[in-house]
């Protein structure tokens, strides 16, 4: 996940990022992003409804990451889903 985005930041302290590959690092791909997305769906559902509503919206929980792709190079098959 990308924890700079503005909406993931209230949802996931840095502490709660994590990563089977510690050179690639604990933020989403550079060049492939995909947890972060996920994220925001896991974070808020669907957004439009929380837009269209007028009534305050309260956090009930929070993220937790961990990578496991790698940046570049071969990603073993034991850690596809």
């Known amino acids: 996940m990308n924890r700079g985005h ?3 930041a209230p949802g996931l302290h840095k502490d709660d990022m994590h990563t089977v590959d510690p050179p690639s ?3 989403d791909h ?3 992003p995909h947890g972060t997305q996920m994220a ?3 974070l808020y559902g669907n957004l439009v409804e929380l837009l ?3 009534k305050a919206w309260r956090q009930g929980h ?3 990451s ?3 792709l790698k940046n570049t ?3 073993e098959p034991e850690l596809y889903g």
Do not use: N
Request: glycine content about 12%.
């Open 52 to 54: 269209r509503s007028s």
């Open 25 to 27: 690092g604990t933020a």
């Open 40 to 42: 925001g769906l896991a």
């Open 62 to 64: 929070r993220l937790e």
């Open 73 to 75: 190079g071969d990603h």
């Open 66 to 68: 961990v990578k496991v």
């Open 30 to 32: 550079p060049a492939a």
């Open 6 to 8: 503005p909406l993931i």
